[in-house]
């Protein structure tokens, strides 16, 4: 069993910066990757940005040189950092670990970025 959740969410004025954070409990393995994604009203989930244990990160164009994933291992805990957000990166985030061919979730958080 694997539970996640993120915490970080709010409200933020366009060009401010919002950190998220999630914290994985339960049977975590030594491998795995961790990521962020987020879903928009009426839009599929779109990846974020991913990171494996190892420290290799994966970004979506539209967030790179913006928003930098980091991670914690000791703690089983993933962050991203986001800055320079915009009015289209309003979403609900999701914080999703892979393992062992699973995938869990987190609830999500809303973020909303004013203009």
């Known amino acids: 069993q694997v539970q996640l959740v993120e915490s970080g969410g709010g409200l933020v004025m366009a060009g401010g910066s919002l950190r998220l954070s999630c914290a994985a409990s339960?049977?975590?393995?030594?491998?795995?990757?961790m990521g962020w994604f987020r879903q928009a009203p009426g839009k599929q989930r779109e990846l974020v940005t991913t990171?494996?244990?190892?420290?290799?990160?994966n970004y979506a164009d539209s967030v790179k040189g913006r928003f930098t994933i980091s991670r914690d291992n000791a703690r089983n805990t993933v962050y991203l950092q986001m800055n320079s957000l915009k009015p289209e990166d309003t979403a609900v985030y999701f914080c999703?670990?892979?393992?062992?061919?699973?995938?869990?979730w987190g609830q999500g958080t809303q973020v909303t970025v004013s203009s």
């Open positions: 339960g049977s975590i393995f030594s491998f795995n990757v």
């Open positions: 990171t494996t244990s190892a420290g290799r990160t």
């Open positions: 999703a670990l892979f393992q062992g061919g699973y995938d869990y």
